[in-house]
């Protein structure tokens, strides 16, 4: 009998998360008239955030395009992102579109993924930084990526097709088709002197 109920309870919440979802497309849609568009099979997580300035940046999503919990999209700056079919965003990933950014079919991206296409000015010490702007560079990812969490992709960055990256690694140059791409960090372990623990 539990057993019974546990599954109606999750097929009702099961229900509920797709009309929710349904409603929340809508809301975008007439929100962000224009400079949305969504083809089939978008699917998102708790706390997606889609987030638009006042400006005519545009976003563009291709089928089957799925973003995990707590992941966000910042588009402005009359700045366009396009994501092509068949990607998949582990959660906190998040894309920073300021200029251009786009990305192929067929990617898979890790945990805590971030894409920054945009950098501030700080070069001008009598100025706050926060108050010299932007300058900004286009990313371009191939099809069939994967890449690690933690992976930053920085501006002025392409990126080929079939290409690996390893968690952690920080982008800031153009990789090739068909590379795999690691950190050189190596882990130091040493063995604890025992004579010497606890002593201050």
Known sequence: MLRFIFKAKNRIYKLIDIQFKKL????????????FYLKSGFDFGNLFSLNFDISNSLVQIGNSVTFRDYCIIRSGCDSKLSIGNNVFFNSNCSINCFDEITIGNDCLFGE???????NHNYKNADVLISSQGWNTGKIKIGNNCWFGANVIILKNVSIGNNVVIGANCLVYKSIPDDCVVT???????????????GNG
């Open 112 to 118: 805590a993924v971030k894409f920054y296409d945009a």
């Open 24 to 35: 929340q497309i809508v809301e975008w849609k007439a929100l962000y008239k224009n400079r």
């Open 183 to 197: 950190c050189n960090q190596q882990l130091k372990i040493d063995v604890k002197n025992k004579t010497n623990i």
